[in-house]
């Protein structure tokens, strides 16, 4: 595609600002009578036909207005749009209320999902900080029917994960509170292999807990992201452009289903050594559910110590100067409430 002029460049802005706010094909006479520009309704239209032939816009009929097309938004993206920031206010509102929320990661995800969904009005998604490495912190043992035995286990950084043992042999609450404040003084701070190595005798009961333990934490090692926390479902489902269509349900599905999940992620902000956020337009050619969305991601944490993903869903026609600005934002906050928890 050849350089666009500097005319086309704003023609090519303000058909894509028009849309964003109508959902209504733009054509040359509003461009002229609604932005006073210096130019004829002919020489618009001559334009816009330029901008489509070029492929940046696209006319649904004959007789209608111009839509961006997805190379239209991600010339706008990449090269028009100018960089913005959440009003300073809003930025103290957003801050104030992490701060004065409970030292709990649990709640920074949900609060974190709710501010991205309001600020954009779009779907949230917001994945829990993953450790570098996973850590044991805490093991609690509690005996529940006959040989059965609940595990519940804190790993560094907050992330739990239990499960139900089954011993060779029923033995007591007692014992099994032994077993725990056993590997929590052995274990502590230690990954799966380092306790792996730990040499001792140990009992059956014990040896299966151990098992467990060395089990869950290398394969919390190959998960790329922590619980996921979605918000703003809804505001997505309202859009014009997903009303009668089930556009916006297939989209929703990869949020919510884990391995598809975990392939965006994969193969964007989790192995980009890179910081800042990135805009996937139309799905980009891989991934066929987003076709009619577009979705801003970025990283929040720190490589060394635990990283997480956060970003926002919607219709192609989003309003990416704000939602780029909220997930930078949010980034950065997360950013250094992990720093102060790790």
Same mark, same amino acid.
């Given at each position: 595609?050849?350089?666009?002029?500097?005319?086309?460049? =704003?023609?090519?802005?303000?058909?894509?600002?028009?849309?964003?706010?109508?959902?209504?094909?733009?054509?040359?006479?509003?461009?002229?009578?609604?932005?006073?520009?210096?130019?004829?309704?002919?020489?618009?239209?001559?334009?816009?036909?330029?901008?489509?032939?070029?492929?940046?816009?696209?006319?649904?009929?004959?007789?209608?207005?111009?839509?961006?097309?997805?190379?239209?938004?991600?010339?706008?993206?990449?090269?028009?749009?100018?960089?913005?920031?959440?009003?300073?206010?809003?930025?103290?509102?957003?801050?104030?209320?992490?701060?004065?929320?409970? =030292?709990?990661?649990?709640?920074?995800?949900?609060? !974190? !999902?709710?501010?991205?969904?309001?600020?954009?009005?779009? !779907?949230?998604?917001?994945?829990?900080?993953?450790?570098?490495?996973?850590?044991?912190?805490?093991?609690?043992?509690?005996?529940?029917?006959?040989?059965?035995?609940?595990?519940?286990?804190?790993?560094?950084?907050?992330?739990?994960?239990?499960?139900?043992?089954?011993?060779?042999?029923?033995?007591?609450?007692?014992?099994?509170?032994?077993?725990?404040?056993?590997?929590?003084?052995?274990?502590?701070?230690?990954?799966?292999?380092?306790?792996?190595?730990?040499?001792? #005798?140990?009992? !059956?009961?014990?040896? #299966?807990? *151990?098992?467990?333990?060395?089990?869950?934490?290398?394969?919390?090692?190959?998960?790329?992201?922590?619980?996921?926390?979605?918000?703003?479902?809804?505001?997505?489902?309202?859009?014009?452009?997903?009303?009668?269509?089930?556009?916006?349900?297939?989209?929703?599905?990869?949020?919510?289903?884990?391995?598809? *999940?975990?392939?965006?992620?994969?193969?964007?902000?989790?192995?980009? =050594?890179?910081?800042?956020?990135?805009?996937?337009?139309?799905?980009?050619?891989?991934?066929?559910?987003?076709?009619?969305?577009?979705?801003?991601?970025?990283?929040?944490?720190?490589?060394?110590?635990?990283?997480?993903?956060?970003?926002?869903?919607?219709?192609?026609?989003?309003?990416?100067?704000?939602?780029?600005?909220?997930?930078?934002?949010?980034?950065?906050?997360?950013?250094?409430?992990? #720093?102060?928890?790790?």
């Amino acid at each position: 595609m050849k350089e666009l002029t500097d005319r086309q460049k =704003n023609i090519l802005t303000l058909v894509i600002h028009e849309y964003i706010r109508s959902a209504e094909p733009v054509g040359s006479r509003h461009i002229v009578e609604n932005y006073r520009l210096d130019l004829s309704s002919a020489t618009v239209r001559n334009e816009l036909a330029e901008l489509t032939e070029q492929g940046y816009l696209r006319q649904p009929h004959t007789s209608a207005g111009r839509v961006p097309t997805e190379e239209g938004y991600r010339y706008f993206v990449g090269r028009l749009m100018r960089d913005t920031n959440l009003p300073e206010d809003t930025r103290r509102t957003i801050s104030h209320q992490f701060y004065q929320m409970p =030292n709990d990661i649990h709640q920074w995800m949900k609060l !974190a !999902a709710s501010v991205l969904a309001s600020q954009s009005k779009g !779907a949230s998604l917001v994945t829990a900080p993953h450790p570098h490495q996973a850590r044991f912190k805490h093991l609690e043992l509690v005996s529940t029917h006959g040989r059965q035995v609940l595990a519940v286990m804190v790993v560094d950084g907050g992330d739990i994960h239990q499960t139900l043992l089954t011993l060779e042999e029923p033995i007591s609450q007692e014992q099994l509170s032994n077993i725990a404040a056993k590997f929590n003084q052995l274990c502590q701070g230690k990954e799966g292999k380092a306790i792996n190595d730990i040499s001792g #005798a140990f009992s !059956a009961a014990e040896q #299966a807990t *151990l098992n467990w333990i060395v089990d869950t934490l290398t394969h919390a090692d190959t998960m790329l992201s922590g619980e996921v926390y979605l918000d703003g479902i809804t505001n997505v489902l309202s859009e014009p452009e997903f009303s009668d269509s089930g556009e916006a349900r297939r989209a929703l599905h990869l949020l919510e289903e884990r391995s598809l *999940l975990q392939d965006l992620l994969s193969r964007t902000v989790l192995t980009s =050594n890179t910081s800042g956020v990135q805009v996937l337009i139309g799905g980009e050619g891989t991934w066929d559910e987003l076709r009619q969305c577009s979705i801003v991601l970025a990283r929040y944490g720190s490589p060394e110590q635990a990283t997480g993903t956060l970003g926002v869903l919607g219709p192609m026609r989003m309003s990416y100067g704000r939602s780029i600005s909220v997930v930078r934002f949010i980034s950065t906050l997360l950013s250094d409430l992990v #720093a102060e928890q790790w």
